[in-house]
């Protein structure tokens, strides 16, 4: 497989936080603005749009995607990368190894495994907190990482769908707020692992613009456990379960009540 690889110091150089935009410096790949669900980042590669989650998406091999959209992005439209060691991209099919949704490309963010913490302060009230911890606990190594951000959003002005008559330009922001947390142990035969992150995007544009009732909030957890060993010199196995509980909540402006027959916006 052809295969891309970004470097904690790449990500760094390249001054992107979230994974769909690293994406953007894939060869064949590209990230854009859509969606009515959340207004989140969707994925296009070959010039085919991926509505349909043809990409996998894993963090320490741990897979994302969710099983109704089986997009990554619909529920975690925000995968911090401050805290990943490197990023490897297969460019192309890989669903023979990886099964489902790696129709045309596979994406596994492997975290760092290191004791730091860093706080970042910005415009438009934007605030984002890193925290890495990691020991060697019962024969094993345990770590864990926090990521919380949160901003006001970037400011810009725009006509407001439920002005019809005047369409008077008004000034609006779209306060996003994202939480993720990650525990893992890893021993010599065995890892356990959890994942939790959870999102908030308020008043985001979507396909239909800016609307103010736009609302997103998504909450996702995963858990893995594995156990891998030989059983003689010529056969090894491993045996891996995951679980996955996802929930989200969203509205998106999608008509204006200008379009018959609606009498308020939709």
């Not at 991209?89 to 994406?107: D, K, M």
């Not at 407001?160 to 525990?183: I, K």
Request: net charge negative; hydrophobic share 40%; no cysteine.
């Amino acid at each position: 497989s052809v295969v891309t690889v970004f470097t904690s110091h790449d990500i760094e150089a390249l001054a992107v936080r979230n994974v769909y935009e690293l994406m953007n410096f894939v060869p064949g790949f590209q990230s854009v603005l859509g969606e009515f669900v959340s207004g989140h980042q969707k994925l296009q590669s070959r010039g085919v749009y991926l509505d349909s989650g043809y990409v996998l998406f894993l963090v320490d091999g741990v897979r994302v995607n969710e099983a109704s959209f089986g997009q990554a992005g619909v529920y975690s439209p925000y995968l911090d990368l401050a805290l990943a060691e490197k990023v490897e991209i297969i460019r192309g099919p890989g669903s023979a190894l990886y099964g489902s949704n790696a129709f045309l490309g596979v994406v596994n963010i492997i975290t760092k495994k290191s004791n730091l913490v860093t706080l970042e302060v910005g415009e438009q009230g934007h605030k984002r907190l890193v925290a890495g911890f990691t020991k060697d606990v019962a024969e094993g190594e345990l770590s864990v990482n926090t990521v919380f951000v949160k901003g006001d959003g970037e400011s810009f002005t725009i006509t407001s769908p439920n002005d019809v008559e005047s369409r008077a330009p008004v000034s609006v922001a779209a306060p996003y707020d994202h939480q993720q947390l990650t525990l893992g142990w890893q021993g010599k035969s065995s890892q356990l692992g959890y994942k939790l992150d959870r999102h908030v995007l308020d008043g985001f544009v979507n396909l239909e613009g800016y609307h103010p009732d736009n609302y997103y909030e998504s909450q996702n957890q995963y858990l893995n456990a594995g156990y891998f060993g030989r059983w003689n010199r010529q056969t090894q196995y491993d045996v891996a379960v995951e679980f996955a509980d996802h929930q989200i909540e969203s509205a998106g402006f999608i008509l204006g009540a200008d379009l018959p027959p609606w009498s308020h916006d939709f």
